[in-house]
Nanobody, 119 residues
Framework: QVEFVESGGGLVQPGGSLRVSCTVSPGIFSQYDMGWYRQVPGSTRSLVATITTDGRTNYVPSVKGRFTISRDNAKNTVHLQMNSLNPEDTAAYYC?????????????WGQGTQVTVSS
């Protein structure tokens, strides 16, 4: 069973920065592309950023230039560095492995970590 444990969320002022992290079950992490997703109440979970097994990254337009996804295969961890945060970034953030061809998330979701951007 694959588990995801997200951490690092919190309250931050507009324009601030935050780094969220996700630790994945050992043994499988390096085999999969990874993605960060976010969800606000009443909306579907949406993709924010992806990183392939060999480190190639991609971002949705709304976060490009502000967010950076990275991975540490030795620690089974994927990070999302978020800069220049604005209130529209407020959401619960989740990670998951994703299928490269379909783009679908592969496993059950973790508990997520809440990011709130507010003055």
């Amino acid at each position: 069973q694959v588990e995801f444990v997200e951490s690092g969320g919190g309250l931050v002022q507009p324009g601030g920065s935050l780094r969220v992290s996700c630790t994945v079950s050992p043994g499988i992490f390096s085999q999969y592309d990874m993605g960060w997703y976010r969800q606000v109440p009443g909306s579907t979970r949406s993709l924010v950023a992806t990183i392939t097994t060999d480190g190639r990254t991609n971002y949705v337009p709304s976060v490009k230039g502000r967010f950076t996804i990275s991975r540490d295969n030795a620690k089974n961890t994927v990070h999302l560095q978020m800069n220049s945060l604005n209130p529209e970034d407020t959401a619960a953030y989740y990670c998951n492995a994703r299928d490269r061809r379909s783009g679908l998330a592969l496993f059950s979701w973790g508990q997520g970590t809440q990011v709130t951007v507010s003055s």
